[in-house]
């Protein structure tokens, strides 16, 4: 335990909420925040993982993968990040998360940096042969 009193922890608001407003001296006018959403968080609700259970995975520079643990946080037993998944309608619905930052980029790498390699899709017969 961190011994965090509970009074600094943020709100949990819905996504769809009212977080305030930009200060004009940043842009020329002021623009309302009405809503909030972290990268993962995002893609969990625009791949409609609603139902717990479901999850999401995604391939780029790095690889990510959520999963909705439904009404109540779930402590990981493999090192998995507990979180907010979304919040609708005043409902919280949490998440695992866990991320490799750096995979594409890492073949990316191989190919570019160290030419051991001539193309990405070359990658997988190394990993292959690694096991």
Do not use: H
Not at 21 to 37: L, T
């Amino acid at each position: 335990k961190f011994n965090i009193p509970r009074s600094m922890l943020p709100e949990v608001m819905d996504c769809a909420a009212d977080f305030g407003v930009m200060k004009e001296d940043i842009i020329g006018r002021a623009i309302p925040i009405q809503g909030v959403a972290g990268d993962q968080q995002a893609a969990l609700v625009g791949q409609a993982c609603f139902e717990k259970g479901m999850a999401k995975s995604t391939y780029g520079t790095g690889c990510f993968m959520i999963l909705n643990t439904g009404d109540a946080p779930l402590q990981s037993k493999n090192r998995l990040l507990t979180t907010v998944g979304y919040r609708l309608n005043g409902k919280t619905t949490y998440a695992l998360e866990g991320s490799i930052f750096m995979a594409g980029a890492t073949v990316q790498w191989l190919r570019d940096g160290l030419k051991l390699i001539d193309d990405a899709a070359e990658s997988e017969a190394l990993a292959q042969r690694a096991r």
